[in-house]
């Protein structure tokens, strides 16, 4: 064996010694031992054991209970079965039950054009008025105007105690024209309204049967509506720009006025709402917005049709916590019979 073979055993001899002994002292006994010999740190993790019931053999799977609350079931292998409410405007699954009825709380009592306050039942006074003069020299007209109210209260107006009162006479056609107009619009007692002028009409019939006649017209304000002109004995004018709905509280005595009033030179009408505890009490303003509100709903009145007698209200609850958003039904209503 030459010098440099020798060389090279031992040093491989040396390195299979040197690995031997890496590999003695990397042994999992080794570490196991050099690891026991100090406490386990944190708390020790019970054994978990799986209590599921086994599955017998045979059994089918069984769809999961409906929840009543979410409103919603999920199948494992088939979607929901859905069906469509009409009145909620929304789906439900269609293995729930059908929901309890939400009843709509108000009920429609009435809608009508109210009639105008006052109408004239007499008028007493020659053709035309006599004219005198007071003890201040004042010129005075003999004409006693007597109205009659809704209620069939009797409220009169005497010209001769209205100083200032002008007359205009005129002919027209074979009739006389007589115009008696106060100095400013002469307030009726207890009516909330002023009689402006009284115009009295005297001619003969058409007919050519030689009938005469006397007409009278009083020209009426009132507080809330423009100039009316109201005849003797006729009925009671209506007030065909002012359209009012009363609503109740299906569960109480609780109303609400909701007062529609069309104006010249506007295509939107001014609305007013008023409410009350009871029929009989007064009622009180709530503004001019077309809502109410009753046990956290609110009321919005979208449009009242006086011809068909129906009133489309649109109620909207509370938002719900669950989902945010309030829950909005509307229906057409007409007054119970």
């Not at 079931?73 to 309890?100: G, M, R």
Request: with cysteine; net charge positive.
């Amino acid at each position: 064996m030459k010098h440099y073979d020798k060389i090279f055993l031992a040093i491989s001899v040396l390195a299979c010694l040197a690995g031997a002994g890496v590999y003695l002292g990397m042994k999992p006994d080794a570490k196991s031992s050099a690891k026991s010999s100090s406490s386990p740190k944190g708390a020790e993790i019970a054994r978990w054991e799986d209590k599921t019931p086994e599955i017998k053999s045979g059994e089918t799977w069984k769809a999961p209970e409906p929840d009543l609350v979410a409103g919603w079931n999920y199948d494992l292998f088939n979607s929901p079965e859905t069906t469509w409410l009409t009145a909620d405007s929304k789906y439900i699954a269609k293995e729930l039950p059908p929901p309890v009825d939400d009843p709509f709380g108000i009920r429609l009592v009435s809608m009508e054009m109210p009639i105008f306050p006052l109408r004239i039942s007499t008028v007493a006074c020659s053709v035309p008025p006599v004219l005198e003069k007071n003890k201040d020299g004042q010129k005075i007209y003999r004409a006693l105007v007597k109205f009659e109210t809704a209620k069939g209260e009797v409220v009169s107006l005497d010209f001769s105690r209205l100083p200032g009162t002008r007359m205009e006479k005129s002919e027209e056609g074979g009739r006389v024209l007589i115009k008696l107009t106060p100095k400013k619009p002469a307030s009726l007692v207890g009516q909330n309204a002023a009689i402006k002028s009284l115009s009295i009409v005297k001619g003969e019939s058409e007919t050519g049967d030689g009938t005469k006649y006397t007409r009278y017209m009083a020209t009426i304000v009132d507080r809330e509506d423009k100039d009316a002109n109201v005849n003797v004995g006729e009925t009671f004018l209506r007030k065909t720009n002012v359209l009012e709905a009363v609503f109740q509280d299906t569960d109480s005595t609780t109303q609400w006025r909701y007062v529609e009033k069309n104006v010249p030179g506007s295509d939107v009408p001014q609305v007013e709402i008023y409410t009350r505890a009871s029929p009989g009490e007064p009622y009180t303003s709530l503004g001019s917005e077309p809502s109410f509100k009753k046990n956290g709903a609110t009321y919005f009145v979208k449009g009242l049709d006086f011809s068909t007698q129906e009133a489309t209200i649109t109620k909207q609850s509370e938002s719900n916590r669950k989902t945010k958003r309030p829950k909005v039904r509307q229906q057409v209503l007409t007054p119970e019979k």
